[in-house]
Structures are given as structure tokens and as C-alpha cells.
């Protein structure tokens, strides 16, 4: 256990018996999450009340240093999400799941298209120029695109 000599940055004796009752109090919370609250909480409490305390060092003393949860990525590739093992599994392939249709969702978005008749969207384009004030806009685009379909355009999606 960490001298609470060296958890204080100044001697202060009458903070030192404080500061144990309050590691004492957070030591005997079950709860791994609602302790590192607590603890945090604390210490909170005691930069607004100029207790300078080490911090890294009160939450070890708390139990709570280094704790490493996090899931290797070897780990992570090994789930098999067609018959996920637990909540934590199953949350975790329902999170990989909704990236992937975001990311879809994104490629969509921001593919190219391109016109199949090149000639007929430059004629489009150059009417609605001659058209409209302001090109390109989004009326005199629209106004091109339903012309160039008129004439038989179509568009289909480019490479690169």
C-alpha cells in the first residue's frame, strides 16, 4: 500500500486522516465502476477545496490503477459474430455491424457517377447555362439532369 505521505504533494496531517477514511470508504465499493466515480468525485472535491493530492497514486490506493480492459485486436478478429459467446460478443459484432452499414452507407455517398452519353450532358449543361443565371446551382443542375434524361442520358458509376 502507497504511504499517504507520498499521496499528499504538502504535509498536511489533518488531511491525511481524511483522505484514509475516504480510500477506506472507496476500497470497500464493489462495484468497479461506480467506485472509479466515487473516487473521481473525490477528486474533484479536492482540487475545489485546494487539497493538493497526488492523483494517480489515490486511485491506485482506491484499487483503481491501471486497469487494462481493453480487447486485443487479435482478440477482436477471433469473435465469431455468427455465434457471438456473451453480451460483451454480441455487442461488440452489433457495434462491428452498424460500422460496416455506416461505411456502406458512406461509399454510397460518395461514389462518382458519370454520364453514358457525354455529348447529350454537355448539351444539357450548356442549355442550362444559357438558362439560368447562376451555374452551377442547384435548380439549373436539376434542370440539366431532367433534360439530359429527356433526351435519353443515363448515368451509370465511374472508376477512381
Not at 31 to 56: C, H, P, S, T, Y
Not at 60 to 84: Q, T, V
Not at 100 to 123: H, I, R, Y
Request: one cysteine or more.
Amino acid at each position: 500500500m502507497i504511504k499517504l505521505s507520498n499521496l499528499l504533494k504538502e504535509e498536511q496531517p489533518h488531511q491525511k486522516e481524511m483522505i484514509d477514511g475516504i480510500v477506506e470508504m472507496l476500497v470497500q465499493a464493489k462495484d468497479i465502476d461506480n467506485r472509479k466515480q466515487m473516487a473521481l468525485d473525490r477528486l474533484r472535491d479536492f482540487k475545489k477545496e485546494g487539497i493538493e493530492v497526488n492523483a494517480d497514486e489515490f486511485m491506485e490506493r482506491c484499487g483503481l490503477g491501471e486497469m487494462n480492459e481493453k480487447w486485443s485486436a487479435k482478440y477482436k478478429k477471433s469473435i465469431n459474430c455468427s455465434n457471438p459467446k456473451g453480451f460483451s460478443q454480441r455487442a461488440h459484432c452489433q457495434g462491428r455491424k452498424k460500422r460496416e452499414v455506416v461505411e456502406e452507407a458512406m461509399q454510397l455517398f460518395l461514389e462518382k457517377n458519370c454520364p453514358t452519353d457525354p455529348a447529350k450532358w454537355s448539351a444539357s449543361k450548356a442549355a442550362a447555362k444559357a438558362k439560368f443565371d447562376v451555374y452551377p446551382s442547384a435548380y439549373a443542375n436539376g434542370w440539366a439532369a431532367k433534360n439530359y434524361k429527356s433526351k435519353g442520358g443515363g448515368w451509370k458509376t465511374c472508376k477512381g
